[in-house]
Structures are given as structure tokens and as C-alpha cells.
């Protein structure tokens, strides 16, 4: 995938749906979102996108676990376990 490719909220909705668990960085804000607790849609998209309404930057898959946004604690911790 084009990596300046811009993705929405049907795009973000289907990764998410892939995880088992979703980090969305903020900053120094960190949201863990446990798939399996079936966090609400709205508060889950509302972490994820950004103003204009795309999924937000940089997004890494690791394992079953999505990483939204940069936190360089939240990267060392998912990257190394």
C-alpha cells in the first residue's frame, strides 16, 4: 500500500476489527482499547482519526496488536514483549 495513501473511518473500522488490541497515541496521552471489551465506535474512531477525518500517522501493525499515533514508550513496549 501507498504509504501517503490516506485512510478513513471505514478503513480504520476494519483495522481495528483485525486487532485484538489498539494503542492510539495522543502526545503523551495513551488509549488502550481491548477489542474484546468491544469498546464503543464512536470513542475508538475518535482516538484514531485525526481532524480531517484520516486515520492518524504513524499506524504500525505489530501481531495482533494496532499502534496509532507515536508514543516512543508505547512503541518500546509492544516492540520488545
Same mark, same amino acid.
Given at each position: 500500500? /501507498?504509504?501517503?495513501? $490516506?485512510?478513513?473511518?471505514?478503513?480504520?473500522?476494519? =483495522?481495528?476489527?483485525?486487532?485484538s488490541r489498539v494503542i492510539v497515541a495522543k502526545?503523551?496521552?495513551v488509549a /488502550?482499547?481491548?477489542m $474484546?471489551?468491544?469498546p464503543g465506535l464512536d470513542?475508538? =474512531?475518535e482516538a484514531m482519526l485525526g481532524p480531517t477525518g484520516n486515520l492518524r500517522a504513524p499506524t504500525l501493525r505489530a501481531g495482533r496488536t494496532l499502534l496509532v499515533g507515536f508514543n516512543e514508550?508505547?512503541?518500546a513496549n509492544v516492540i520488545l514483549t
Open positions: 500500500m /501507498d504509504a501517503r495513501a $490516506k485512510l478513513g473511518r471505514d478503513d480504520a473500522l476494519r =483495522l481495528a476489527s483485525q486487532a502526545g503523551k496521552k /488502550d482499547f481491548c $474484546k471489551d468491544k470513542k475508538l =474512531l514508550d508505547a512503541y
